[in-house]
């Protein structure tokens, strides 16, 4: 690794998958205003995720719809037939 490039300063952070209610505890350099009590009593900057390994298909192996953002009520609003 090259010296002096890779920022130095990691922090504890939540992340939450928020497509099916997982969390993790992690290392990042991210920025955010939002906290959450994590399971050792003590409180960590959270980040919501759309999807992580636990719940991609590839990684659970699983083939399931995973549309937070209402992209396919949205598709179908658009491009729905107009009478």
Known sequence: MKQGIHPESYRF???KDMSNGESFLSKSTTNTKETVLW????E???????I?????PF?????????TA?????FKK??????
Not at 52 to 56: E, L
Not at 70 to 74: L, N, S
Request: charge should be positive; hydrophobic fraction near 30%; charged fraction near 35%.
């Open 70 to 74: 209402g992209r396919i009520d949205k």
């Open 78 to 83: 658009r491009y729905a037939k107009k009478d």
């Open 13 to 15: 952070v939540v992340f």
């Open 59 to 67: 990684y659970t192996g699983k083939n399931m719809l995973v549309d």
């Open 39 to 42: 399971e050792d009593g003590k």
């Open 44 to 50: 960590y900057p959270l980040i919501k995720l759309e």
């Open 52 to 56: 992580s390994n636990t719940s991609h």
